[in-house]
C-alpha cells in the first residue's frame, strides 16, 4: 500500500476486519506486511510568494501507515508493519524477507495480513499485486491457530470477489476461507481469511 491512502474509508473496512477476527480467535498480534510503495505525488502549495510541497511533518502525521500501532494500546492486540519498500522485480527477495520475519515472531497466534495496492492477481504481476505463489509461500509459514488475510481490491471483471476468494482457497491448499465485505462503507474492497490447518474448525 501507500502512506497516502492510510486512514482512508477502506482502511475501517481492513482494521474492522482484522479486529473481528482478532477477538473472535483470541489473536494476539496483527502483522500487517505493507508491500509498502513510496509516495512521489506530494502536494505542492502556491501562493503569491512561492511555491512548495506540503512539509514533512504535516506527511509524518496524515500519511504515515505506522500510526496504526497505536490502536493497539486501546485494543490489547499487538500491532507491527513490515515496511520494507516493495518492487515487484524483488518479490522473491521480498517474500523470503516476509517468512524469515514471521519465523522470528514469538507472540502467538496472530494474523498475517498481505496489504498490496489492488490485492491478488492470477493474470498480472505488477507492484501493486500480490501473486497466488507468494500466499502460498508465506501461508506455508504460519504456524497452528495463525491466520493470513489477503486485502482485495476491485477490480473490473464480473465477480470479482468470488473468483479471487478462490485463488486465495487454492493457494492456501484448499483450505475454506472467510469473506469479508461492507455492504455500506467500501464497496470496492473484500477482505479473504483462512487458518492454519490445525485450526481449520476455529
Known amino acids: 500500500m501507500r502512506n497516502q491512502w492510510y486512514g ?11 479486529m473481528q477476527l482478532a477477538r473472535a480467535h483470541s489473536l494476539r498480534l496483527i502483522l500487517q506486511v505493507a508491500y509498502l510503495r ?7 502549495i502556491k501562493w503569491e ?22 490502536l493497539a494500546k486501546s485494543t490489547g492486540i499487538e500491532i507491527e508493519v513490515f515496511d520494507r519498500p516493495f518492487a515487484a522485480k524483488l518479490r522473491d527477495e521480498y517474500t523470503a524477507d516476509v517468512v524469515s520475519h514471521i ?5 502467538t497466534p496472530c494474523v498475517i495480513l498481505l496489504d498490496p495496492d489492488t490485492g491478488l492477481s492470477t493474470n498480472r504481476s505488477s507492484s501493486a499485486h500480490v501473486t497466488p505463489d ?3 509461500t508465506i501461508w506455508s509459514a504460519l504456524r497452528p491457530k495463525d491466520w493470513l488475510v489477503v486485502y482485495q481490491h476491485a477490480s473490473r471483471e464480473m465477480n470479482w470477489s ?3 476468494r478462490a485463488a486465495f482457497e487454492a493457494a492456501c491448499q484448499g483450505g475454506r476461507s472467510l469473506h ?7 464497496h470496492d474492497v473484500a477482505l479473504f481469511a483462512a487458518s492454519s490447518p490445525s485450526n481449520a474448525s476455529g
Open 8 to 18: 482512508d474509508h477502506r482502511d475501517l473496512v481492513k482494521w474492522g476486519t482484522l
Open 38 to 44: 513510496l509516495d512521489h505525488d506530494v502536494p505542492l
Open 49 to 70: 510568494c512561492g511555491e512548495e510541497e506540503v512539509g514533512p511533518k504535516i506527511l509524518e502525521y496524515f500519511r504515515d501507515i505506522h500510526l496504526i500501532r497505536g
Open 103 to 107: 519465523k522470528k515472531i514469538t507472540t
Open 134 to 136: 507468494q500466499v502460498s
Open 162 to 164: 468470488e473468483k479471487r
Open 180 to 186: 469479508f465485505r461492507s455492504p455500506n462503507g467500501a
